[in-house]
């Protein structure tokens, strides 16, 4: 069970405590002290898992630990300085060591690294029920040179009039210590105790772990169950056992008791709230919901609208068969319309209840598909999320929605890059434009401080906030197409060179592999030139039947055995690559396989203008009609064909040259030869005496 302990203290002259044999006790290894001048060494049975993080103004010499800690004690040589701060926290035994490193390296990185600390971490795991790590921080912050810069300063208390004041006939004026950091602050320690709580739920949650931990009290928590204390790993632990029994027990009876008290108030909120509605809005909620013939809420609209868009394609493959359908279409485009009018009411009820239960949700920082999809949850379990819980909700809620989208990127990668592109290089354009006006550029948004934005309006940062979010989404959908290149390129070709290949090279390679090797098995250099000069017949003359009976609507996909065939049949490349090759099978007519392609035009045609009416700037990117031979000659040219066999090429390139090399040598020597033989006959015809008449 994951438990909370984190307890700060200070290392100090005062205590009789050195920072050095404090590093050296916590990390484990042999630590000399200069001051002392005497080493430290505390041996262990388990070897502590220890390493240092420093900040970004930090020198390098702060990654070691001896050195570290030396400069800081002679840096600070009071008899009551204070070395460093020391927390020691439990680590939750649900996770794996790894995942534990990870948790905790994140947090003391953004927490205290971040804020200009040294961090000297030390993991230990003597007992498996009890990791746990001692984390030592400087208390000291560093200037942006790299120097060591103050902890506090003394300022004097001005009179009115600007003077120095004293205290009776004292000849010391007075004054006062302003910190540096605001590192000593008890709410700065009750601010890490909070952010350590929500980083180890967030780590729970992603395990599907129902556990969760809370820095505050029993008290604060609402809860009136006894009052724990820490009294370590071997002390009474059996009674500790059957004492959390009870106390668990105990929680979850009034658990119980509390989920029925609110779900009394929330049920009578909810009933409040539909009562809300105007006279207008509930004659139109009851019109729509006869004309849709589905009553008009949020999850009812949502299945409505999947039904009226399979609806479409069924009479579309009706219609290309001939069939009249325009009595059904008429039909569809009237729920169609209604549809849309009831969304529109929804919304506006969404952004109303969104107020009145979430008033502290900010409009701007969220979409009106995360406020509906907050809402749709709110409603269907009877529950209104609070502050930590609100903001986790919405965490899921912008990672499912963003998850939905990249699967509808992913069906058409290149399409999706070159768009994303776009989109990518417009807002860089707009954040670069605005940025500009105050003398400064996108890269500065990389190292952004505290007060970067105070000069800008406020629908100036505004933009800015938006624009970087678009960024940010753009990277990870571009990220996520690249994963899905590179996973089947690697295991075909483990040592390619995907830097020396562009997006359009990796989409036509990765639709050949898709098509010819459905297995991913390794393949060789001569196998490759062995597909490219005679590619192989992949399915049968019975298989290019199904499959071109597909493709003219007179079959189900899920009608067809073959699943590599249906995965080749629902992607536009490896499916022209099966139209090429059903034209070469001889029992297939000319007449069949044109009038599949004319289809498939009029289909990618459709497709295209719908795209163009609902994404600005859409450019439609089609495959072209090519035969499988054709389309592997283009596709396994000189550039992808270096990135695939770059050394082997090389080497055979560099040896033939010298080959050439050789023999033009020769040949030239040959030449000169030939020259010098002929040069010589001319001279002695030269010195012969010429014959009188």
């Not at 819980?389 to 070159?418: D, H, M």
């Not at 990220?479 to 290949?501: C, G, N, R, S, W």
Request: charged share 30%; hydrophobic share 35%; with cysteine.
């Amino acid at each position: 069970m994951a438990i909370f302990h984190m307890s700060f203290s200070n290392i100090s002259a005062g205590k009789k405590r050195g920072a050095i044999a404090s590093a050296s006790y916590r990390s484990g290894e042999k630590l000399f002290d200069q001051r002392e001048n005497k080493s430290y060494f505390y041996a262990r049975t388990v070897q502590p898992e220890s390493f240092i993080l420093s900040p970004t103004n930090a020198p390098a010499w702060t990654q070691d630990r001896e050195r570290l800690w030396n400069e800081v004690e002679a840096k600070d040589r009071r008899a009551n300085s204070r070395y460093a701060k020391e927390f020691n926290v439990a680590l939750p035994i649900e996770l794996t060591q790894d995942e534990q490193k990870t948790l905790l390296t994140k947090y003391v990185q953004e927490n205290f690294v971040d804020a200009g600390m040294v961090a000297d971490v030390a993991i230990h795991r003597d007992h498996s029920d009890n990791p746990h790590a001692h984390v030592m921080l400087t208390n000291r912050p560093f200037n942006p040179d790299g120097s060591w810069g103050i902890k506090s300063k003394k300022v004097y208390i001005l009179d009115k009039n600007g003077n120095k004041t004293y205290t009776g006939s004292s000849k010391y004026p007075k004054s006062r210590k302003v910190l540096a950091v605001d590192w000593d602050k008890k709410e700065k320690i009750a601010q890490w105790r909070h952010n350590w709580a929500v980083s180890v739920n967030l780590a729970l949650e992603s395990k599907n772990r129902p556990d969760r931990i809370s820095e505050k009290t029993l008290d604060s928590q609402g809860l009136d169950g006894p009052a724990t204390q820490h009294i370590g790993i071997n002390s009474k632990r059996i009674e500790r056992a059957a004492f959390n029994q009870q106390v668990r027990a105990y929680r979850q009876a009034q658990a119980v008791r509390q989920n029925i008290n609110e779900k009394i108030a929330i049920t009578g909120h909810f009933e409040a709230m539909a009562n809300q509605l105007s006279f207008a809005e509930k004659h139109m909620i009851t019109n729509l919901s006869h004309e849709l013939k589905t009553y008009v809420d949020l999850e009812h609209l949502d299945d409505k609208a999947r039904m009226l868009f399979n609806w479409r394609n069924s009479l579309l493959i009706k219609h290309a068969l001939g069939e009249d359908v325009s009595k059904q279409l008429l039909a569809l485009d009237q729920q169609t319309s209604s549809l849309e009018q009831a969304n529109e009411l929804l919304n506006k009820i969404v952004e109303r209840t969104t107020k009145k239960i979430y008033p502290e949700i900010d409009f701007r920082q969220t979409t009106q598909a995360e406020r509906r999809e907050l809402i749709k949850e709110t409603i269907s379990e009877q529950t209104v999320f609070e502050s930590t819980e609100l903001k986790e909700r919405l965490s899921a809620i912008r990672e499912n929605l963003l998850a939905q989208q990249l699967l509808t990127f992913t069906k058409r990668p290149y399409t999706s890059w070159l768009f994303i592109s776009n989109e990518e290089q417009t807002a860089r354009r707009s954040l670069t434009q605005i940025l500009e006006e105050h003398g400064q550029d996108l890269i500065d948004l990389k190292t952004v401080r505290r007060g970067f934005l105070e000069t800008y309006s406020s629908d100036e940062q505004d933009a800015i906030t938006s624009g970087m979010k678009d960024l940010r989404t753009f990277e990870e959908v571009k990220q996520v197409i690249m994963v899905q290149y590179d996973t089947i390129l690697k295991a075909v070709f483990p040592e390619i060179h995907l830097e020396e290949l562009k997006v359009l090279d990796k989409e036509q390679l990765y639709t050949a592999l898709v098509y010819y090797n459905p297995e991913l098995k390794p393949y060789s250099l001569n196998q490759l030139q062995t597909l490219r000069k005679d590619p192989p017949s992949m399915f049968t003359h019975q298989e290019h039947q199904q499959g071109l009976n597909y493709l003219l609507y007179k079959t189900e996909l899920n009608h067809i055995d073959n699943s590599h065939l249906q995965r080749v049949l629902n992607h536009d490349g490896t499916r022209q690559l099966f139209l090429g090759e059903c034209s070469e099978d001889s029992q297939i007519s000319s007449k069949q396989i044109m009038q599949v392609q004319n289809r498939l035009r009029e289909q990618v045609s459709n497709a295209d203008r719908y795209r163009k009416l609902q994404i600005k700037n859409y450019e439609p990117i089609n495959y072209h009609e090519s035969s499988p031979s054709q389309y592997l000659a283009h596709v396994l040219n000189g550039a992808i064909m270096g990135a695939l066999y770059g050394r082997s090429l090389d080497v055979s390139k560099t040896s033939n040259k010298q080959k050439k090399d050789l023999q033009e040598s020769e040949w030239e020597m040959t030449k000169k030869k030939r020259q010098h033989e002929h040069g010589k006959s001319h001279q002695t015809e030269a010195r012969r005496p010429s014959k009188r008449i």
